[in-house]
């Protein structure tokens, strides 16, 4: 296979713009059949526009996508067909029941009521909605409203699926459940791409991710050699007093000897170390400071890439 | 720029769109024939009767007929005009821009065109009921007894695209809903008044019937009026034309327009 033939989604060199400003510059990914793929990145990094230039929903780009086969724009119209869409507002049918969105969304598939129907009982049961099939979108909570979502994508039996900050503004029991059916779609055999700036999804998720930032993809690999590559494998949060001032002064005068780098962000002093003994050993002589030690983790790793300054 | 404006390329997925519309309207049915039928047919019977009366009883201004028979046809296709009109903005504002509806139907695979021819066809479907449920009521009301008249039907349904495919430039657009209140104050409600459905197009000032010759209301009701009252319109070629231009440009223009807004 050298161009990869069987994978559902490939994207080559795809540029957008707005105007003057470039907001997707190159990017470049290929995401395999059965995988569960991440696209992480700061808010205006670029997420959103590649994925709707995925869809075909994008207007004018340069580049080349190919989505379940078809190209993108040209034949967007037939890729949409095998892919089901989790986008980042809900946009229910506010005028309907949670049956009745099911069936007028498979309409726009070409399904018919019937077949729509068959289907719905276990949609509903997939997404923990039974007995809701009658319920009005307004009555549904924010969680049941985000699995609602995620059946209407499933309503067309898609083999790929795309998930725009799926788990956006839930509580954590909301996470867990929408995650457990994520999961679910992939032993299913099914191929996802979402993105997310909560590390913790991507790295129960996704069997690979890539982290954009600025319109390029900045680093990719799997969660688990994207920590590896990325930073050292210990982390020593370091927080307190110091000689009657912050810890930003013991990080600039002390942390070198011990860390391999060394990062103050608030009252924080992030060291990474491959061998913490040292510095726990030090600090233990350091009554002001206080410190958490922890492995290192995807979130340590987006912020070596992406920076700590925060993008509004 | 020029590319948002190529030809449209609706596919049969329009129907899928009209069907979602018209599932929401069947809920809701009754009242809104009500509220569409309540508006219009105050007009036509406050106007009819009441200014009617005050009308001189030997003199023939009508045309041999009485002010509400005369009245009868230009209300039916001003009822039609407000109903795909308001359909077509606040309505269609509210699925593009509050509801997100149309994002929603263009995740499947339905293009805008689609989106766009079905939210014109649905308006124009309200605006043909809107016009067959006034002219049930001209019919019982006696006000018409041609079979000419049958030809409204298909008549309020091409007022309707026209209405449906100007409006929908306004929703592609506009801002906020308080963008619709130019059009309305400035284009729908001065063109009732000069498109001669409360009197002949003649009493006005030749500049002013001039200006009427463009507005699309006087297309209709030129081919109403004479068909409700059971006589063949003339030039009836070419008001027809007139309205399928409008229905056409305004269709093409507002699919132009929404596409630069949504397919960014």
Redesign the interface.
Known sequence: MPDGGDAPLVVADLKKR?GRQEVVRGVSFRIARGECFALLGPNGAGKTTTLRCC?G????ASGHISLCGFEVPAAA??A??RVG?V?Q?D??????TVA?NLL??G????LSAAEVRARTPALLEFAGLEGKAAAPIQSLSGGMKRRLTLAR?LV?DPEFLVLDEPTTGLDPQARHLIWDRLKRLVQQGRTLLLTTHFMDEAERLADRLAVMDHGRIIGEGSPRAMIAQHVEAQVVEVYGEWNGSGVSAWAEQRAGAFAARAEVSGETAFCYVNDARPLLAHLAGEPGLRYLHRPANLEDVFLKLTGRELRD | MM?HFSAPRPTA?TL??W??NF??WR?LAIPSVLGNLADPMIYMLGFGYGVGALLPKNVDLFGGVSYIAFLAGGSLCAAAMNSATFEALYSGFSRMHV???W?????????LDDVMLGEMLWAASKATLSGVAILVVVWLLGLSSSWLSLGLIPLVLLVGLAFAGLGLIMTALAPSYDFFMYYFTLFITPMTLLSGVFFPLEQLPAAMQAVAQLLPLTHAVALARPLLLGALPQDALLHLAALAGFALAGFWIALGLA?RRL??
């Open positions: 707005y869809l929903l994008a207007g004018a119209r037939a949409r067909m869409v986008p507002m946009n229910l049918d506010p005028d309907f009745e007028v969304f309409r726009y598939f070409g994508a067309n | 590319r997925r899928a769109v069907q979602r599932l929401v809920k509801q997100k509806t994002d929603a139907i263009m995740n499947a695979p339905v293009s596409r397919l960014t």
